[in-house]
């Protein structure tokens, strides 16, 4: 078919194309393989021991262990003595320490008076990676078991398997009030986005709670939203107060950490942020860029968690956080001791015979309120930089009504009949 | 007929062997000197040169897809854009990067950096962020 003279140059031709064919594929594979470390075996399921996930991410968990050095826990009534007087009738009011960190919770739950562990089990849902496991186990009867029967159950803190799933490390929601916080809400977790997911496995135990009177389920009082008065206005149409004030006789409602609340629609969160990129930043070890995992204040790393964004410098940084905490400081001093003063006006009317028991009730309404308001910014990390307006804002409310309270209590005592 | 087909071919493929040109690095094309000719970019370009990046990377090694035919055809493209723009005093006071000029520049960061990313992953997956939405001054001002 083809001429003789042609035969060779077509064989070799043939043979040149496929050699160059061969060798460009070789080369193509060879210098254009994603980089990637693929991952040295699986980690088991229900995986709680961070020691076991340490030896498949060494760095993070290096990274991890440095918690350890977080131990101080001073006593919350060093700073703020009038914390004492508002949490009268709880246990909170014999002890407050700061905690010393994720390494610790077991540690730190164990040292507190054991007449608070009546509380029941739902005291331990924040501080195990075993509870996610536990709760499978006992389903709803979990919340009703006391809370050393839970408790003696536990030898590992917080740590991987609460934010990760182990097949593929990817951030998982492994509470489920925060689940049922969102499906209540009308919203699905899991279409959260990456973005949303650094924040939402913080928001598993960085908010506050309740627990329901009846079940004592563990309960994000989120319905009507997140908000400190959106929060106050669910808990005002439940009726529910968790505690009676023993000197005011007013029933109150009791504000945890609400981080990822009061985070929530502030300048940095408006900005695209995450909890984790302030408080895990992206570290260099060696050759490669991890997510620290060592949560601490950001002020211990300016250089990696602000002056990426921020160039400002650490110092001029450093002066700018100081001065919004020490303002909001001075402005929650001044709200805490508003409300003991309306504490004490209230006793006062309360032990007055006779006294005008409309107007005692409208005070220690405004009681109710101020306390909250207080409280939520109180008891929140971070002295008011997770989000200043509205940490401010909140106390400006908590001032009014303290004030109104106070007013209302020798309005009482005035027309005690 | 036969004839001007064979010409608008001809063009065609010269058109398209002068775009792929734009590429070669020898031409300088890519380079700060090329792009801050028009004073619109004297900013970045003011500040990029007093960056780290200076010594590794130039405009177009960021902005402009690394392939041959897929960079050099952006590059035609942006770059008859960004002439109109200046010539007929439309170039925006504030410039802004387009969500495709976004994407580039995320893939060629990790073209150059992903082997120190190789345990953080690519960040802008499912709605993440951008490299630059944090290092928002490297390497150069907005």
Same mark, same amino acid.
């Given at each position: ?26 080369? +193509? ?15 088991? =399921? ?30 919350? +009534? ?42 029941? =089990? ?24 006391? +809370? ?10 917080? =740590? ?248 209302? =209590? ?8 | 007929?036969?004839?001007? %087909? ?14 792929? %040109? ?121």
């Amino acid at each position: 078919m083809i001429p003789n003279q042609y035969r060779n140059l077509a064989i070799f031709s043939i043979i040149v194309v496929i050699i160059l064919g061969a060798s460009g594929f070789y080369f +193509f594979n060879a210098h254009n393989q994603d980089l990637e470390e693929k991952p040295m075996g699986e980690i088991a =399921a229900n995986e709680a021991d961070p020691a076991v996930w340490g030896i498949y991410y060494p760095k993070h968990y290096e990274s991890y262990l440095e918690n350890a050095q977080n131990t101080a826990k001073p006593s919350h +009534f060093e700073t703020k003595p009038y914390m004492g007087p508002l949490y009268a009738g709880l246990g909170y009011a014999d002890e407050f320490n700061e905690p010393r960190g994720h390494l610790y919770t077991l540690d730190d739950i164990r040292e507190v008076n054991p007449k608070r562990y009546k509380t029941g =089990a739902a005291c331990n849902t924040c501080k195990s990676s075993q509870i996610p496991e536990i709760i499978n186990k006992y389903g709803e009867d979990y919340y009703l078991k006391s +809370f050393e029967e839970i408790n003696s159950q536990l030898k590992h803190p917080i =740590a991987c398997l609460d934010c990760h799933d182990p097949k593929t490390m990817d951030l998982r929601i492994s509470r489920p009030a925060l689940i049922e916080a969102f499906e209540r809400q009308g919203k699905d977790i899991t279409k959260a986005t990456r973005q949303e997911m650094r924040s939402l496995v913080c928001a598993q135990c960085h908010v506050t709670y309740y627990f329901l009177p009846e079940t004592k389920k563990l309960t994000f009082p989120w319905d009507k939203g997140i908000k400190a008065d959106q929060i106050l206005a669910y808990f005002d149409e439940k009726n529910y107060s968790e505690w009676q004030h023993p000197d005011a006789g007013t029933g109150l409602v009791k504000a945890r950490h609400a981080e990822y609340e009061i985070f929530m629609g502030s300048t940095h969160q408006s900005a695209g942020l995450a909890c984790a990129d302030c408080h895990m930043p992206y570290v260099k070890q060696g050759n490669v860029k991890i997510s620290s995992h060592y949560w601490q204040s950001p002020l211990n790393n300016i250089e990696q968690s602000c002056t990426v964004c921020h160039r400002e410098g650490i110092d001029w940084l450093k002066s700018r956080v100081k001065d919004t905490q020490a303002k909001t400081k001075e402005i929650q001093d001044i709200a805490g001791e508003a409300v003991v003063q309306a504490i004490n006006e209230l006793k006062v009317a309360k032990e007055t015979p006779g006294v005008n028991q409309e107007l005692l009730k409208q005070a220690q309404e405004m009681h109710r309120k101020g306390q909250w308001y207080l409280d939520y910014v109180m008891v929140t990390n971070g002295y008011g930089f997770h989000n200043p307006t509205e940490s401010i804002n909140n106390l400006g409310k908590a001032i009014d009504y303290a004030h109104k309270s106070i007013k209302l =209590a020798r309005e009482a005592v005035q027309k005690a009949s | 007929m036969k004839k001007k %087909l064979f010409w608008l071919a001809g063009f065609a493929f010269f058109s398209f062997a002068l775009m792929l %040109l734009t590429k070669v690095p020898a031409l300088g094309l890519d380079k700060a000197e090329f792009c801050g000719q028009c004073h619109v970019m004297y900013e970045q370009v003011e500040t990029y040169l007093h960056s780290a990046h200076r010594l590794g990377a130039n405009c177009g090694d960021c902005h402009i897809p690394h392939s041959l035919v897929y960079g050099a055809t952006y590059k035609a493209y942006t770059g008859t854009r960004d002439i109109v723009a200046v010539l007929t005093d439309t170039a925006p006071k504030e410039i802004r990067v387009t969500k495709l000029g976004k994407d580039i520049l995320q893939e060629n960061c990790l073209r150059c950096h992903g082997g120190l990313l190789e345990q953080v992953g690519d960040t802008r997956e499912n709605n993440g962020k951008y490299c630059f939405d944090c290092h928002r001054s490297t390497p150069h001002q907005k």
